[in-house]
């Protein structure tokens, strides 16, 4: 199947692939409840965990309201 693409879409990709280029290894997104969370890396660089493997909250940074998914194909 090909998905045509109108101008605005195309302009959203490019920002988006724009920021990845920038995007600094301190903080990392975290797709929850249709949300992106901003998260800052612990201090061995990575993801934080509670103990019972869900992902620390008190490291949130911000939200972006982008909709999304983080299930696998």
Partial sequence: MTIELNDEER???AALKRVAKKWPST???FSASGTL???RNGEDG?????????ID?????DNIR??????DW
């Fill in 11 to 13: 302009k959203a990709i």
């Fill in 27 to 29: 903080l990392w997104l």
């Fill in 66 to 71: 982008i909709q999304n998914d983080g299930g």
């Fill in 37 to 39: 969370h901003v998260m």
């Fill in 57 to 61: 909250p008190d490291y949130l940074v």
């Fill in 46 to 54: 990575g993801p934080v965990h509670l103990d019972n493997n869900a």
